[in-house]
């Protein structure tokens, strides 16, 4: 498989719907790029992202995209807790 799935949460979620996009968004990836490679290519603001999960784990927006991956896309505002239990924690630069 050379595409990864993408979503959107939150804010993210609507600005997919906007630009009439499924959910998820399959996104053809014949090789590995970093996540902020990923947002880029498809013109999402780096400032609507605080953080991405890939397949399932938070990380930081240089950490490698591969085909066959799930990433989501994660806007700002996270209330305080979830951020820990979610992994947001250093991996967004927070301490």
């Known amino acids: 498989m050379s595409a990864v799935e993408v979503r959107g949460f939150g804010d993210l979620s609507r ?3 906007e630009r009439g996009w499924p959910f998820p968004l399959l996104v053809e990836l014949p090789e590995a790029i970093k996540a902020s ?3 880029l290519r498809l013109d999402i603001p ?5 953080i991405v999960f ?4 938070a990380q930081s927006m240089e950490h490698m995209v591969a085909p066959g ?3 989501a896309f994660v806007p700002p505002g996270t209330p305080g807790p979830y ?4 992994g947001f924690v250093q991996k967004s630069g927070e301490r």
């Not at 780096?46 to 605080?50: F, G, N």
């Not at 890939?54 to 784990?57: A, T, W, Y």
Request: glycine content about 4%; aromatic content about 4%; proline content about 0%.
């Open 54 to 57: 890939i397949n399932g784990r």
């Open 46 to 50: 780096r400032e609507k992202i605080e």
């Open 37 to 39: 490679e990923l947002a």
């Open 83 to 86: 951020r820990v239990i979610l």
């Open 15 to 17: 600005l997919f719907t």
């Open 69 to 71: 991956d799930r990433v």
